[in-house]
Structure formats: structure tokens, C-alpha cells
């Protein structure tokens, strides 16, 4: 069973910092993109990276089990725009996706030198072509030191796939609080999905990387422990773009979050319940205090259910009144139309 706070497993072997004299093509910003058998979203996530106004970053695409050629491909007809600033990482079976960003990120760690900032950007999403620029400098304002991250607004884009072709279908904000982010809110539910995130490189060796025993939800469980760390920013502009398909029948371009829900609520159940036995084995104290809090917030759920309830009962009512309403129109309609046959039958000169 995962913790809910991973252990601190360090993804730096040693300290590799970054040069004394940093020169135009150093890179401020690493970049972990994890795809797997998806080349359609891969080049538009290329085209997401590549389109950035700030050029300072270093993308490491780790291909989680898929075949190796496709992915060439593409970064071989990128190739002049890339200009040395990716990397290539090829796993010959699946470890999922916080696995394939703990290889990514360590990868850099051992090749490059260190950037201030990370992203994760996965192979189905997009950025704003302004992303980096106003996420890095929030980070670097001096007045900001204190803080570990910005995250900034995402707006979700419903798709589909269709004869090779992506067709959006709709859009809509994704919830967002401006100024700072809220632990406890977070706590509740994630709060940022990963592509509309910017963090601190230091923060990996104060907290690890991600969890790879969650086959979901290892996003949020990160965030967790990011935000247990320090505070994010949460920059007001929709600069990250979360894309969303229900994919039927093509499972390797579904979302975990739309065709997954089942797996994300039972995983979210383990979540909680771990971090919750980890929280009492620590502070059994703890128990006292969250007793009658738990027992509250189910006086809250029960009242709220009893409310759905009667407003689910109250709509049958509306519905079964409109349909009776409905019936009597149609019975004073037929009424209207005898009455007025009789007034032509017994108008002088009728039949």
C-alpha cells in the first residue's frame, strides 16, 4: 500500500549546479514530457514547447513504453528548431507516468546543468506560447523568494479524435482562486492540474520526487506535499491549456480523468485513508479532535443528501404537474373544438 506522503527519495545524486556564467542558451526551465503511443497530441505538445516566448529550456520527452520510432520521427523533423535543447528517454515497458517523471527529471539532473524551474507537460495538453515567460518571471521577482511555485488559470478543451484529426468541442474554466494557493483546499481535492504548474528545482531535493506506487492521482499527492513545503502563487491569467477526451473505443487517447473515474475515486479513497492512518500513528491525539470533525462534516453530507432528495422528489412533482398540466390543455383543446362544431351546427344555415 503507497503512503500518502511518499518517502523523501532524493533524485540527485550529487549537486550539479548550474554554471557560474550563464550564457543565452542555458536553461532556466527543464521540461518533463511523458507520452506513450500517441503521436497525433505528441507533436501538438512539441508545438506547445517549441512555441514558447522564452526560449531558456531543456525538454526531456520520456516514452513510457511505446515504440521508439514514432517518437524519433518527430523530434528528427524538429530538429533544427530544437537546437540541442531535448532529450530523449525510452522505456521498453510502461512504469507509469510518476515513474516516467522521476526518470525524466532525474536524467536532466545527471546531463545538464541545473535549471531553477521545472514543468511537467504532458503529451495530451498545451501552453499558452507566454506560459514560461510569466510563470519564471513571478519566480524570479524578488519579492516572491519565499515562494516554491505559481500556478496560473487552466482552461479545459473537451475534444475528440476523428479521423487523425483533433476537433474541440467545447470549453471551460478549470476552478482557480487567484493570489495564493489554499492548502486546505488542496487538501480536499487537487487544485492545479500538472501542465498549469511552475516549480522550484530545489524543492525535489526537500521532498523527493513523485510517488510511483499511484497508478493515478500522483499529481495531486505531489501538490500536497509542494504546497506542505511552501506556498504557491496562483497567477490570474489562462496561460495553460487542459485538454479532456472520453475517446470511446480509443483508449490510448482517453484521459485518466474522464475514462478512469472509477479508478480515480478508488484511488482517492486509498489516498485519504493512508494519509489519514499516517497522521494518527504520528499525533494519536489527532483522533480526539478529528472524531467530532468527521462526525460534523457526515451531518453535513446526510443533510445535504436529504436536501437532494427532496429536490430530486420536488422536480417529479414539477415534472408530473407539467405533464398533467400538459393533458388538460390538450382535453380543453378537444373541449374548444366541440364547442365550436356545435356553434356551427346551430348557426342559422348550418347543417
Known amino acids: 500500500m503507497p503512503t ?37 497530441l505528441l507533436r501538438r505538445a512539441i508545438a506547445s514547447v517549441l512555441s514558447q516566448s ?24 524538429h530538429a533544427p528548431i530544437f537546437a540541442g535543447r531535448v532529450s530523449l528517454r525510452h522505456n521498453a515497458q510502461s512504469r507509469g507516468m510518476e515513474a516516467a517523471s522521476n526518470l525524466g527529471l532525474a536524467h536532466l539532473a545527471a546531463a545538464r546543468p541545473r535549471a531553477p524551474y521545472f514543468a511537467i507537460h504532458d503529451d495530451d495538453d498545451s501552453w499558452h506560447p507566454d506560459f514560461l515567460r510569466r510563470t ?13 511555485g505559481t500556478a496560473t488559470r487552466a482552461t479545459v478543451i473537451n475534444e475528440r479524435i476523428e479521423d487523425d484529426a483533433i476537433i474541440e468541442e467545447s470549453r471551460q474554466d478549470f476552478p482557480f482562486r487567484p493570489g495564493l494557493a489554499d492548502l486546505a483546499a488542496l487538501l480536499m481535492e487537487n487544485r492545479f492540474p500538472p501542465i498549469a504548474l511552475l516549480l522550484r528545482t530545489r524543492l525535489l531535493d526537500e521532498i523527493g520526487g513523485f510517488n510511483p506506487a499511484l497508478p493515478v492521482l500522483g499529481d495531486w499527492e505531489f501538490n500536497i506535499r509542494a504546497a506542505l513545503a511552501g506556498d504557491i502563487l496562483a497567477l490570474d491569467a489562462p496561460l495553460a491549456y487542459y485538454h479532456h477526451r472520453h475517446a470511446p473505443g480509443q483508449a490510448a487517447y482517453g484521459n485518466t480523468v474522464t475514462t478512469g473515474q472509477a479508478r480515480h475515486e478508488f484511488w482517492n479513497a486509498r489516498l485519504r485513508n493512508s494519509l489519514l492512518r499516517e497522521g494518527v500513528k ?51 383543446a378537444a373541449l374548444r373544438a366541440d364547442m365550436a362544431a356545435l356553434r356551427a351546427q346551430t348557426r342559422p344555415g348550418g347543417a
Do not use: Y
Not at 526560449?55 to 528528427?76: K, M, R, S, Y
Not at 519564471?136 to 516554491?148: E, G, N, R, T, Y
Open 4 to 40: 500518502a506522503l511518499a518517502p523523501r527519495h532524493p533524485l540527485f545524486s550529487a549537486p550539479n549546479p548550474a554554471p557560474a556564467t550563464p550564457t543565452a542558451d542555458t536553461a532556466r526551465v527543464w521540461i518533463v514530457m511523458r507520452t506513450r503511443a500517441r503521436p497525433l
Open 136 to 148: 519564471v518571471a513571478s519566480l524570479d521577482d524578488p519579492a516572491h523568494a519565499d515562494f516554491i
Open 282 to 332: 504520528t499525533r494519536p491525539d489527532l483522533l480526539g479532535l478529528l472524531q467530532p470533525l468527521l462526525h460534523t462534516a457526515l451531518q453535513t453530507e446526510r443533510a445535504m443528501q436529504a436536501a437532494k432528495a427532496e429536490r430530486d422528489a420536488l422536480a417529479r412533482e414539477m415534472q408530473a404537474a407539467r405533464a398533467e398540466l400538459h393533458a388538460m390543455h390538450a382535453t380543453l
Open 54 to 77: 522564452l526560449p531558456a529550456w531543456h525538454l526531456c520527452i520520456v516514452n513510457d513504453g511505446g515504440a521508439p520510432e514514432p517518437v524519433e520521427q518527430i523530434l528528427a523533423e
